[in-house]
């Protein structure tokens, strides 16, 4: 029988210090690995498991193996060769063994004494006095009677303070505890039977002593039923928070936009080109949305230069048309001036004024825009984060559009909609990102959005052909620069820090700029970088896009928004320190007219296999949705999706690649448990998730 939803369920959330030996101390340390019920102890697993099974003759041991060996102290002593330590000789009468402490106190070397026997367990290896193993686990033996482990001996994350031994032994009350207060069984047997794994108490149980027998390949691969039951349960709680915040943003009822002004119809049909089908599909998707009384809450994704941008401006238009405002949040100044600049070149002839609010601005200039906002006077804004901090007033706000979803958090968007919540009701959100997420890490991590994909790129657009290359061959990279630019092209140089670092090794861009300048003395060479004035910036981009500048120096500020068909050439410098996410965004800035593009990849050798993978992938393909996936299995989920904003990366047991085979049956149990089993999931969101801010009011 599973107990009652809600009997005794504060028994799980008892503080860590309840256990026998913490004290606040020990409970400080033990927070740092993010510890602080005993249930939370729990679900802290082990990263490795080692057999301590059995006894290892001395005489026997090889170097570079871990092992169990027993023997009697012969001699102990304090070395000031280099470092003060201390050596224990031990012998089993088969051979001899060094043990060697840096780290030690008077009380263990007295405990040490001659004739001592001791167990001790470790890495064996060859040191200057025969075999050794520095820093073992030991205790005493005072009889033969004493057995070694019936299981596999767990080895856990630590944080300073907290030795193995102390957290074995911690383990081994929470454990005890199990079968009376430790944990509850929350998911219902409708949920857990046709998975057929095993009870959350029997896999806890295996995870933290697996028998002898088991299979260390499976568990270090994390493939056991015992640890794909608790993946399962954790990403369950995941998709159940962020339904939450899907179903939280639809309380209130939004305003239908009916656009009896037909500026959709015009702006569409004012288009010098054609909607692509993968567009006009999205758009249909979005189009129905925002003409419903819920409020919309739809990602709009695709690859670089798909043209997500239009279909936002033909949502914002139906707003607009509607009579209402609408807003669009860049992560950037750079991309916040760039998708101004493109929404007041399409809105202008049909009579919609567009105003931009950045940080940066001058104070009247910025005062004047509020105005016009609150007014009503503007009816499309465009701005960066500024647009939902304190003072910004929309007069009839029905539709928000936010750029790079993955840049900001679930509250920043969360803010930005309500400054649109009027009479009752909330405006629409339409996120957009150019950062194409596998289907599986989509379906978790934005299990809060409906998801439109733009899967094609508009006609006339080439493959850029990727090359790697050693930074040894740079001067054979610039003279391919020189070529280029004298036939007409443009050329972007991409380093990724502004400032030298010995640590990294980076070339610093102003330094970059001058030595290509130097070298290429009959080309006109620019520098953009986050820390110039934005209006330096924005000149130099400009200069650039007219054709002013041939060559543009930049960081990875150019990442997203700047589009120059005449560019045809990338080079990006130590390419093998990014992300594939990044190198694809930032190749997708060339390649985007009609001419053959390249992007030249600059590594610095030696490549370690993580690094020479990656380059290898971005090289292979042009296609952003099999790089994402590349991506998610070479570095996780945190990565793709751009690092803090969702902390999946931070999950304690499942893996988004290696469990996507889960997904589909944690989606249909989310819905069994929002509708049949609601009293369930508060326990459960504090035994995952806690009082994550990233998940907003969830429970």
Same mark, same amino acid.
């Given at each position: ?30 927070? =740092? ?20 099974s ?19 102290v @012969?001699?102990t002593?304090?070395?000031? !060769?280099r ?11 088969s ?70 031994g ?15 207060s ?39 691969a994390? @493939?056991?039923?015992?640890? !794909?039951?608790?993946?399962f349960e ?17 309380? /209130? ?16 049909g ?25 409020p ?29 405002? =609408? ?7 750079l ?9 007041d070149a ?11 609010v ?35 007033e ?5 539709l928000?559009?936010? /750029? ?36 599986t890490?989509?379906?978790? =991590?934005?299990a809060?959005l409906?998801?439109s ?14 090359v790697v ?34 640590e ?30 934005p209006?330096?910036?924005d ?18 500020v150019?990442e ?134 990233r ?5």
């Amino acid at each position: 029988m599973h107990p009652a939803p809600g009997l005794n369920a504060g028994r799980e959330q008892r503080p860590i210090t309840a256990l026998r030996g913490v004290g606040e101390a020990l409970a400080a340390r033990l927070a =740092a690995l993010g510890v602080k019920q005993v249930q939370d102890l729990l679900f802290l697993l082990p990263y490795r498991y080692e057999d301590r099974s059995r006894v290892v003759p001395i005489g026997a041991l090889v170097g570079g193996t871990h092992a169990v060996v027993e023997g009697e102290v @012969q001699l102990t002593e304090v070395s000031f !060769r280099r470092r003060r330590q201390l050596l224990c000789r031990i012998s089993d009468g088969s051979g001899f063994l060094t043990l060697r402490f840096f780290h030690f106190s008077n009380a263990q070397q007295q405990g040490l004494a001659r004739g001592t026997r001791i167990r001790c367990f470790g890495e064996v290896r060859r040191g200057p006095m025969g075999l050794e193993i520095v820093h073992p686990e030991y205790r005493r033996v005072t009889g033969d009677a004493e057995g070694l482990e019936e299981t596999l001996t767990p080895v856990y994350p630590t944080t300073e303070g907290v030795a193995q031994g102390r957290l074995r032994a911690l383990m081994a009350q929470a454990l005890h505890e199990l079968d009376t207060s430790g944990v509850r069984e929350w998911l219902p047997p409708e949920v857990l039977e046709p998975l057929q794994l095993p009870s959350l108490r029997d896999a806890l149980r295996y995870v933290h002593r697996p028998p002898l027998d088991a299979e260390l390949d499976q568990m270090e691969a994390g @493939q056991h039923p015992a640890q !794909r039951r608790l993946a399962f349960e954790e990403l369950l709680t995941h998709q159940i928070a962020l339904r939450q915040i899907r179903l939280q943003l639809q309380t /209130d009822p939004a305003w239908p936009l009916d656009d009896a002004q037909g500026l959709t119809e015009r702006f569409i049909g004012s288009l010098p080109f054609v909607l692509t089908d993968a567009q006009r599909r999205a758009f249909e998707e979005v189009d129905h949305d925002l003409r419903r009384e819920l409020p919309m809450v739809r990602l709009v994704q695709g690859d670089v230069g798909c043209g997500k941008t239009v279909v936002a401006a033909a949502a914002a238009a139906r707003a607009v048309g509607s009579g209402h405002q =609408a807003a669009l949040m860049a992560p950037t100044e750079l991309l916040a001036e760039q998708h101004f600049r493109n929404f007041d070149a399409w809105f202008r002839p049909l009579g919609v004024t567009v105003a931009l609010v950045t940080g940066s601005q001058p104070a009247k200039t910025r005062r004047s825009a509020l105005e016009a906002m609150a007014s009503g006077e503007v009816s499309m804004v465009v701005g960066t984060h500024a647009l939902f901090q304190d003072g910004m007033e929309f007069r009839d706000l029905a539709l928000v559009i936010v /750029d790079e979803q993955h840049r900001f958090g679930v509250q920043q968007r969360l803010q930005l909609s309500e400054k649109g919540r009027r009479a009752g009701r909330h405006p629409h959100q339409l996120i957009m990102t150019a950062t194409p997420i596998p289907r599986t890490l989509a379906m978790t =991590a934005y299990a809060d959005l409906d998801v439109s994909v733009i899967d094609a790129l508009p006609p006339g657009r080439t493959p850029v052909k990727t090359v790697v290359a050693p930074e040894t061959r740079r001067h054979e990279v610039v003279a391919r620069i020189e070529a280029a630019c004298r036939a007409g092209r443009q050329a972007y140089w991409v380093c990724p820090l502004i400032e030298e670092s010995e640590e990294l090794r980076y070339q610093a861009a102003e330094e970059t700029a001058a030595t290509l300048a130097e070298a290429l003395p009959g080309l006109v060479v620019g520098l953009v970088h986050g820390r110039m004035p934005p209006k330096a910036k924005d000149e130099a981009m400009l200069a650039f896009k007219a054709g002013r500048i041939q060559l543009l120096v930049a960081t990875t500020v150019i990442e997203v928004g700047v589009d120059v068909p005449n560019a045809t050439l990338m080079v990006i410098e130590n390419a093998e320190r990014m992300g594939l996410a990044q190198l694809h965004q930032l190749r997708g800035r060339v390649g985007r007219g009609a001419h053959e593009s390249s992007c030249v990849l600059l590594y610095r050798a030696p490549l370690g296999p993580l690094s020479r993978a990656r380059l290898n992938a971005i090289r292979d393909s042009n296609d952003g949705f099999e790089i994402a996936q590349r991506d998610l299995e070479l570095r996780g989920p945190g990565e793709v999706l751009g690092t803090r904003q969702t902390g999946l990366a931070r999950m304690r047991v499942a893996d988004l690649a290696r469990d996507a085979d889960l997904l589909p049956r944690v989606q249909a149990a989310a819905e069994l448990m929002l509708t049949r089993h609601a009293d369930r999931i508060a326990p459960l969101t504090a035994r995952w998730i806690g009082t994550d801010e990233r998940y907003g009011r969830v429970g």
